[in-house]
């Protein structure tokens, strides 16, 4: 069926409506959704003391996408940049259309979407304002264990950190994000992961990894003293940071051919905890702590000194960090039957004396290195939130 040229006027004024006006008056239902018990409307708040998608929550899906600002960029663009993304992140979380949103009853399903944004080292530099950058924001040492493929999942000068529980409507703000700002910044990489569904298991389940393992049980619980302390930035080297934090993002390929060739045992001895509730070995339940000293008749330790949680454990209270790590399953290369791995994202107030020592740990020796290769790696600075009146980066750059 042609178009009618009464279709092509209407569609020709509701575009320029869009990009003209904005659709901020008018309200957009998605009649899917009214009156019908779903989860599509939940929001999470955006304005505050910090980002969110860090303390959230972990939504089902996550979006991570790297950019590089272009060459002739400045403090001033730059500011404008973060400005455009506060705004359009603050009307999409709410589940509002962004300004000269062509889409935007895809808008209307918020889903309980989060935008954050990371600061890499390159925009300290086009923004000028390296005094400002903290220590520990430049790539991580080399390890013997990676095989990093910079072009494709490298340092980057920005990062985008987009989840909800709805596939679309990440692909939605994605889409709108990116393309409101593209005359400042060209796509890197963009890396799609996934958890569990929301409701496919009670809220505050612990998700599982690809090799089927129970995933994030060790970790500060969100609103704690122990999180603020090791998370939030207090703000006593960069005043800028106070309520921020810093992300590792590292992309990690699981060898699930030769995983699935270890007998059950062998798995569990691998990580130190059992498959079916995520217990230590030398517990019950998945919350049990590990007894790294207990050993069985013959005096063999429980959990082998060799094993991930043995090696990934803290020696001290300030090797700890928040991990909100996410699946991926990408289509594979020619001849291969998977190409799956982890999104592995980690959240501490300083990446140097926080993260690096549990890396360095496990880089020399983990048992689980046999089934996993680091392909990517990037740092980013996480800039608190902000109120209604700001925009994210604001104390840097003012
Ligand atoms: C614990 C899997 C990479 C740090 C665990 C656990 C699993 C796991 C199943 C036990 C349950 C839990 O507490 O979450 C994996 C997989 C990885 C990976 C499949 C790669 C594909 C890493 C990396 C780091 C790390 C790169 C940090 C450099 C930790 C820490 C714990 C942990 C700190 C808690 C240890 C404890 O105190 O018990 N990981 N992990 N993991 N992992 Fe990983």
Redesign the pocket.
Known sequence: RGLSRRHLFGAGAAALGAAGLGWGAQEIVDHSTTGTDTDGGLTEPFHGPHQGGIATPPQAHAQFVGLDLRENADRAMVAGLLTVWTQDAARLTAGTPALADTEPELAATPARLTVTVGLGPGMFSAADVTDRQPSWLRPLPSFPIDRLDENSWGQTDLLLQVCADDPVTVAHAVRVLIKNVRSLVTVRWSQRGFRNARRSHPDGT?MR?L?G???????PAPATEEFNRLVWDDGSRHRWLTGGTSL?L?R???ELDTWEEIDRPGRELT???TLDT?A?LTGTAEHDD?DFTATDTLGIPVIPPGS??AR???THDGE??H?R?YNYDDPPQPGQVSNS??I?A?YQRDIDTQ?LP??QR?AEFDA?NQW?T?IGSAVYALPPGTGPDGYLGDTLLE
């Open positions: 612990t990894n090799m393992q129970v995933d994030g049980t060790v970790n590792v590292r990690i390929r699981m990580v130190g905890r995520g230590p590990p991930h949680i990934a454990h803290h700890r960090f991990r790590a791995g982890l592995f980690s993260f549990v890396q496990l689980l996993t680091p």
